[in-house]
């Protein structure tokens, strides 16, 4: 490099800080990991509480299915390797946007335990707000507004089984998950709220 | 879900679009893509620039090896295919940054014109800012912060190559970068400026 030029700002003083950014936005990075059955309502409590959070000013962003799955994630199938991995990278993501001090709300099934306990173990403490969004199989499967669970019924009724969560692969709820919403008397509007009041009682809309 | 209360805000009205999250921010989402051989600058740049950015406050994220290579790419090697993979992933990354309307500026050497170009293609016009970061192998060697070169040379003399850009594999400068940066007569800090410039120019700066 060529000498620096004398300025009035020193710009070598050192990198800009996670703490700078979350001063920027007024707001500290964290990882809202919702987890739950394919439609528990997992994305439409993520949209809801999207639009909350920008109504107050705040950045999130979310991570679902149709900007990982056909980017990052696009050269994973859905063996038990490659569901691993696809938790993982989206960990890792997630775990980016928070180092931004972005609120980054997740949106994926999930439905094993080790692999979001794995994404947990390497968030620092506060940093994971695991929220399980429950609904029964059965209600679920009623709601099926994409028609999955009724191909899955139909697959494995032919022999030809899809490893779909809930009807031929297992979804492990949460030990402990931080938040719990309990679909089937909980409007998405109040969970969302319930989320949101979780975030802010735990100073996370503050920088 | 329970049927929704009555409010007074319809919260049901839409996502939250990335127009939204560049108004709340104040500037457009884009991905600054440093390219050049090792030393030759990439991040003493990167880090000036996130100052500057800060400065004016707008929200930029660095992707870089310290938070990439353990992280996300942590179980990729080095062999062509996985280089391969490593710029993929990070463009992918840089993707969803620039979506949720951040100023994500990479620093990697990404030293191959196929990997960066795949990367280019797979984003919007506009929104991929290429900045080669020139300095000869030369010059590069002789600044060898890290002792990389020395250990390239040495590992090449005992018959034993790393496969290190620039001494025993090649560096693909691009054809048409946005920028092009001339480490060998331009200072880190004026680089930097020349960088905001073409953004402020650019009209990322605002939303």
Redesign the interface.
């Known amino acids: 490099?060529?000498?620096?030029?004398a300025?009035n700002?020193t710009?070598?003083?050192g990198?800009?800080t996670r703490d700078?950014?979350e001063k920027?936005?007024g707001q500290k990075g964290v990882t809202v990991w919702m987890t739950g059955l394919s439609a528990s309502?997992k994305s439409?409590i993520a949209?809801?509480l999207?639009?909350?959070l920008?109504?107050q000013?705040k950045?999130?962003?979310r991570?679902d299915g149709d900007?990982?799955r056909h980017?990052?994630n696009k050269?994973l199938g859905f063996s038990a390797e490659d569901r691993a991995?696809n938790i993982r990278?989206i960990g890792?993501?997630a775990?980016?946007?928070t180092?931004?001090?972005?609120i980054a709300i997740t949106s994926f099934i999930s439905p094993y335990k080790k692999d979001r306990d794995a994404v947990r173990a390497s968030c620092k403490p506060g940093e994971f707000i695991e929220v399980y969004v429950n609904a029964s199989v059965a209600t679920a499967e009623q709601r099926d507004p994409k028609g999955l669970y009724k191909k899955a019924r139909a697959a494995l009724a032919a022999g030809k089984g899809m490893g779909f969560t809930g009807i031929d692969d297992p979804y492990e709820a949460p030990d402990k998950p931080e938040i719990v919403i309990e679909?089937?008397?909980?409007?998405?509007?109040?969970a969302?709220k319930q989320i949101l009041a979780y975030l802010d009682k735990g100073d996370y809309l503050a920088a």
């Open positions: 490099m060529a000498e620096q030029k300025t700002i710009w070598h003083g990198t800009v700078d950014r920027l936005l309502g439409t949209v809801i999207e639009q909350m920008l109504h000013k950045h999130a962003y991570l900007n990982v980017g990052l050269n991995e990278r890792e993501v775990k980016l946007f180092d931004a001090g972005v679909t089937e008397s909980v409007s998405a509007e109040e969302a």
